[in-house]
Every structure is written in structure tokens, then in C-alpha cells.
């Protein structure tokens, strides 16, 4: 926090010495977590996503497909982002942000409306995924993996960490994780579910604790322990939630942002 | 009994048969003979066309002429008189076009069982045989669907929504009656939809992609199949209420044919069986010919859809949507008018298909695309949402609000004194739980002419979410959207370009359409 700061006063200097001097960019390593608008910079091939945070353009991915390691935003919402400064050259005009995690905002914001026309002064020179269909597999996918040397099945309680949008609960990003949970309750042929949701909370880098709903942690815990149950995992489970605003850092907030489901067998 | 003109009794062993015969210009089944009846008795040929507005539809039964006497699919097995070919007819690609409905309602005078009331009439409690009791059905082809409100889970318990629903606007009545409104004796909501097609199911019900026991949209349970325990693709039905066709028919047999005792198991077989062997396609286009010929695109004409592939996603350029090899791109002049004329809509038909699969734009704040992690807005194309090979569905879970029933995309004439036509579909109020996130686009107040999937998952991000329709066959079932809001296929295109602002030209909305028309 005391880098940020620091640069807070830097930017109330520089702004007092007039616009002939240019704020200094952000040093690469510093942790950047806000709140602001997505803005999206079209180019010639996929938009690329930005958003602005104190004077600075973050470039924070660029449309590809549901493979994707960080998926873009959504127009209409603002955008949690919690990053590490790049040292890589600007993309589409924005620092770079890496690694990056990015939650869409709940509610809906009318201002965050920005849509940027192709310019060729921003050109990607990477470009995962065309805009049309694609040459048949996806951007990211990896070859798979060589089979396991042993098939030792697992011993012990099995540990899952669930992670969410900010105050949303199961969506798109979980079915691969819950096929994970009742795979894994299978090998262990487990007898013992505990399911425990988590309030996340985050440490803005203006010092904001910008916390989730109260209840989120619970209504989590509860629709995960149902649809487990529902998909056939009926063991004995425990529910239990928590409330992780005194673990808010700054540092992978994000992480507070889910349930833990721990399979016994 | 129907006059029927068979094009051709094939072998059973149809896979291994070039049909190509059959796609050459011949005389096809047009006007009253094509209606199938009720417990009309005659087989159902192995193959077998149908005129329509844009050429001729090709009907394929792989496993051979299907004899229908006795068949649960074609008898009258309810009280009403109706059977499952009373809206699902071959002559209209298993489905029902409005000129059809049209035509039996003068035929019949309004006595063919389709015009029954528990569904066909906007409202059961309209007096009978007059038009305006039918309006619905004669105007935009769309039956009354009646479901429990509120939702019922699984095991018939009833559901807590996200949502309350309010009834707006009620022009049919029913939504506000003490019997059959919402809060009448039967809580019941009735919206209005057109029948699916039950051809090509093959595909329309695969479980080869993207089918876990959880939602790929959303994360919730998959509905499973009772006879395997799997979760299915939730692709059968508008709102995706029932996984499998055995399911569907059971529900349909109980709703629109009131058979007064549950379908057998040998008679849910039966049409299980019949469904998945059946395929339907444009084979002959007044404008393009025929549509499956040697050296022509692949992906053409009801033999296609007979031997190809089902469960496979086709938004790449390894697999394609719908394949044409670029066959008609830069053809030859013709050697005479004929040939040249068919060439030239040939050409039309490759630049609609390349318009379809490449000319990308802005898709936004379309519910269960945008929020998929594709991001709002995203540059794509149709192929993006509509990536099923050989179909243009979504390859699973394919349910999406492009705003065919939502505000404030979804066509209905205002309500003024002006207005010469007044609106003619309901208008519920949803208004979403204060303490849940709103809908991402609509927020936590929508109104909307039909909840959509909404009505079965309880969730206000569902509110107006249909599940994507095939593309096969249009030319012979208009109209089209689920509430039957495009009359033509130039209304699909003109909705989708108001829609997304997608500024088409009049040469690519012409091409486009008749790309559509030869599917």
C-alpha cells in the first residue's frame, strides 16, 4: 500500500505541475485491485478489453473463447480487477496487467459504455482466436495429458477450492469443477462431505474494503451441497460458511471469493 | 385417404443408398393430399417429397417405409381426436406451417382436431368454431402451452422462484381467468408457441458434446433421462422442460392429445424409434435446384442429414455448420437461361452461406452468450450461438434470450388508439428478488410476452431464454421464432439486424435468405 500511496501524491504533484508532464506508468510489479468501467478497443481481428484507473489504461485481455484463461468483461457492468503490473510493451494502448483476474460487476452501470472503433495505431500480434469460426480447436486448449505413471487411488481427505464472481454464485465457470468434486468422491468413495462458503472481501488499491453481500457465503455453500446432492453425491455433508473481509489484503482477494469442499473417505 | 405420390420406396438399408434420384425435379405431394390425418393408414415412404413456397422438402425414413396402422405416432391415441403427425406433418417438416393451420381451418371448417380447445383456442373457455376464439393458431400458428405456476422441481414439488409474475397485458384472456389464469383454480400460466420439429432428432437430442450433469450456461443440474439416468442436452423443447423424446411425447401425449391413460412403453418406444430414423431437409429449390447431387455442397438436402454426423460443433472450418466445400462459389455462366438463373441463385445461396458463417458483428447483451465468458459485446458471427453441425442449434444447453419475447426487442404492435392491429400475446411483469442479482441485461424488472425457460428453472436470468431452433426445413414451416413473431424468412433476417445493429445490405439479407431457404 505504501508504493500506491506514494504514488497518489506523485500524481497530485505532477497534476499541480501541469499536463506538459506526464504521470509516471505504474512499476512493474506493483499490485493494481479497482473498480472501474470496461472499455473495449476494437481492432482489425478480436477487441482487445481495457479499463482506466487513476489516469492509467489497463489492457486486461482480448476476446478469444470460453478456453481462455481470463474471459473478458461485460459493456453495461463495471469490472473488478485485481492484477500485477507487466513489464510486457503496452497492448492496444494499455499497460499490461499479468497475471489478471477480472469479476463482472452485479449490478448494472449505464455509464459503462465505452466502445472503442478499430484503430491501427493498436494491433495485436497475437491472435488466438479469429472473430469468425475457428480452424477447430479451442484457443487455449493443451494437448492432453500422458496418463499417470500409478493409478494409486487417493487416500485422506480431498481438498476443492471453488472460486466465484464477486457476489454471484454457481455459473458457467463451475461445471468443470463440480465434475472434479463427484469424480473425485467416486475414486475416494467418499462417506463425508463438508462444504463451507466464504463472504470474499478485497482491498481496493485506493484502500477501499469493498465487500460482498452477507449472505452470499451461506446461499454458495448451499446451492454447491445441492446441486452435489442433486448430481448423486448424497453422503453425509456439513454446510458451513464464513466470512473472509479480515484475510483482505490486496494481495489474491479473489481467492476469498469461494467455497472449500472437502471429501473424506 | 390421401392421394399420396411416392417418389420412391427405398431399401432399409438406406445409408449405404445414393438417393441422388430423388432430388431431381418431380412431381411432389402439394396442397390437401399432403395433410396427414389421423389414423390415415398408408406407410409413410422411405423417402418422399413435399411441395413448399421455395421447392420441395425431402422427407427420410432410414429404416424403410414406416407402416402407420396402429402407429402411436400417427394414430389418434387421445380424446381429442388429434394424433402426433396432427402437428408434427411431413408435408410441413415435421412441424405445422400457418398455411396449413389456414387450410384445415376452411377445410374442416374449424372441426380438425388441432383446433381443439385445451390448446388450440387461445383460452379452453372461448366459445367454439369461432375464428377470434382461434386467433393465435390462424394468425401466427402458435398452440396455448399451459405450465404449473409456480415451477415445479422434478419430483413435482413446487419451486420458490427468483421471480414474482405479474399479468400486464391479457388480450387472450386465459392468464387472468379464475380457471386457467395464474391465479386461477388450475395455476396455470399459458404462453403460445409454435410445435418444434420432430425430424432430425438424431441430433437435436445428442448427448456427444458438451452434456455433464451440470449446465454448461449456468451450472445447475442437467435434466436427466429417466430410462439411463444420464443428464441430457436439454435441447428438445423451447424451454428445454422435457430431456429425451420418449418424455416429450409422454408430456405431449398427456397435454395436446388428452389420452386419458399414460403412453405404454411399447408405444414410447415406438415413437422414440420412429423420431431418431427420420430426417427432413430442403431436397429442391425453385431457384437453385436440386440440393444434393454429385460433385454439389455435402451438407445439403435430408440425405445429408441422414448420414451425417451428429454431437459435433461445427463453428470452425474443419467441421462447418452446414458444409458446402464453397461448390457454388464463382460457377459458369449456364449455357442458357435456365442454367444460368440457377447458377446465379446457387452463387446467392454459397454468399448466404459465407455471410452466416463469417460476416462477423456485434453480439450483446444476449443472455447465456454474453455471459458465458465471451464478454459483452463480442465480434462473431451467426455460427457463434448457432454452431450445431448440420442443424444450427446450439450443440447443448442451447437456451439464449436474443429477445424474441423480452422488451424491448420483442414485436408486438403498440398499444395505441392509432394502432389498426392490437397486440395479440400476453405481457407478463417479472420482477426479480431484490436480495439476487439482477438479470445482467434487463435487470430485476423485465417484462416479457413469454418467461421462457424461466418458467421451468425458477431463475430471473432465464426470463425469456429459448432454446435455438434447427434450421432445417424452414422453407416449409413458417412462421418462425418461437412465437411465431417472423412471418417470412426476410423477418428472421430483419429481426436479427435490428437486433444487433447489424447494417446488412439488401445483397447480403437477399442472400442470406436464400441460404436459409435450401436448408
Known sequence: MGTQRRRRYLLVLVASLGPAIAAPAPAAGERINFVSCPIVRDTRSVPCWLSEYQGDLYYLTIQSDVSATVQPPMLGHQVLVEGVVSAAAPICGGIVLEPVRLSVMPERDANCNTLLPADDRYTIDFNPRPPGPSAGRLAFATDPAPPPASSAPPSGPQTFNVYFDFDKGVSFRHPADLVAILGMATRLKATRLRVTGVRGAHRLSDGTLLRESEAIGQRRANEVAQLLAGAGLKISTTVDWTDGASQADGVDDWQSRRVTVVLEP | ???????????????????????????????????????????????????????????????????????????????????????????????????????????????DPIFAAIDGMNCPNLPAADPASHSLLLERGLFRIALPWPPVDATGNAMTPEFTLEVVRDPTGCNTDRVYGIDGERHEVSVYRRPRPAANLRYVSSSRFGVTPFIGKTGQLATVDPDTGRPANMNMMADAREPTPKTQAQSAAHTHLQVSEPLTARQLEQIRTFELQLYAAQAFSTGAGALHEPGGPSGLGPQAMATGNDGVLGNNTTRFVFPMENKWADLPAGRDATERERNASRESVQRGHDVFFFRTFWISDAMHINTVGLGNPIKRTCATCHGMHMTGMDTA??????????????????????????????????????????????????YTQDPGRALISGKCEDVGAIVIQQFRGLAARAPYFSNGSAATLREIVDFYDRRFNIRYTEQEKDDLVNFLSVL
Open chain 2, 1 to 111: 385417404m390421401r392421394t399420396l405420390i411416392w417418389l420412391a420406396l427405398l431399401p432399409a438399408a438406406f445409408a449405404t443408398t445414393p438417393l441422388i434420384a430423388q432430388s431431381s425435379p418431380a412431381p411432389a405431394v402439394s396442397g390437401k393430399s399432403q395433410w396427414w390425418e389421423p389414423g390415415d393408414h398408408g406407410p409413410l415412404p422411405a423417402y418422399i417429397e413435399y411441395a413448399n413456397p421455395w421447392g420441395r422438402l425431402g422427407i427420410v425414413n432410414t429404416s424403410g417405409a414406416i407402416a402407420t396402422d396402429g402407429h402411436p405416432f400417427f394414430e389418434a391415441i387421445g380424446t381429442n381426436g388429434r394424433a402426433c403427425v396432427s402437428c408434427h406433418q411431413p408435408g410441413d417438416g415435421m412441424s405445422l406451417a400457418l398455411s396449413s393451420i389456414v387450410r384445415r381451418w376452411d377445410e374442416t371448417h374449424g372441426k
Open chain 2, 397 to 446: 444447453n442451447g437456451w439464449m434470450d436474443l429477445g424474441t419475447t423480452n422488451h424491448p426487442w420483442a414485436l408486438e404492435p403498440a398499444e395505441s388508439p392509432w394502432a389498426k392491429k392490437l397486440p395479440e400475446l400476453p405481457l407478463f411483469k417479472v420482477t426479480c428478488r431484490a436480495d439476487l442479482p439482477p438479470h445482467p441485461f434487463l435487470g430485476r424488472v423485465i
